[in-house]
């Protein structure tokens, strides 16, 4: 994530329910702050915009709403993050597989299950548990850890950058 942010790219996320809201959450926490006073950082939350959603769903059923967003907005070398505690939200699903042939790099967050995103994704970050509670607890804290990660790597090339230009 932090290495497609170096290259121009974007991070972005979706999620059903409370991995909606955790979609939201990392990506307020690059476009805004984390820890460190930086420049915002290129992320999206395919789960905002109720217009696009609605219409989506209405014209095509909900199973696409992630998945018509990512054609739209996705490009080769960025990311999207799939959040699903059960691993299998079809949706998800979607928009992970058209991420995948755009030429994005993808990210599935769930739980102890096997589920469909796993197979899918390039990395699968998941929780051991089953209670969807506990699950959501651990992306979280994940998703932190992530949203920490990426804020130094930026910052630290940043600051190497401005440090060649000056000598």
């Keep these: 994530?932090?290495?497609a942010i170096l290259e121009g790219n974007k991070v972005l996320w979706c999620g059903n329910g409370g991995s909606a809201a955790d979609a939201q959450h990392m990506a307020a926490e690059l476009v805004g702050r984390f820890l460190q006073e930086r420049?915002?950082?290129p992320s999206i939350a395919l789960t905002t915009n109720t217009s696009i959603l609605t219409a989506i769903g209405n014209d095509y059923g909900y199973d696409l709403v992630f998945r018509r967003q990512v054609e739209a907005l996705c490009?080769?070398?960025d990311v999207l993050v799939g959040i699903s505690t059960s691993g299998s939200s079809k949706?998800?699903?979607e928009a992970l597989e058209?991420?995948?042939k755009i030429g994005a790099f993808t990210v599935a967050l769930t739980g102890?299950?096997?589920g469909a995103m796993s197979a899918i994704a390039?990395?699968?970050l998941r929780i051991p548990s089953t209670e969807t509670p506990r699950i959501q607890e651990g992306h979280v804290l994940c998703e932190h850890m992530l949203c920490d990660y990426i804020e130094r790597c930026v910052?630290?090339?940043e600051s190497a950058s401005k440090q060649a230009v000056v000598s």
């Design 1 to 3: 994530m932090a290495q």
């Design 39 to 41: 420049r915002g950082l």
């Design 75 to 77: 490009v080769p070398g």
């Design 91 to 93: 949706n998800v699903v």
């Design 98 to 100: 058209a991420a995948r």
């Design 112 to 114: 102890q299950r096997e």
């Design 122 to 124: 390039d990395e699968t």
């Design 155 to 157: 910052c630290e090339s």
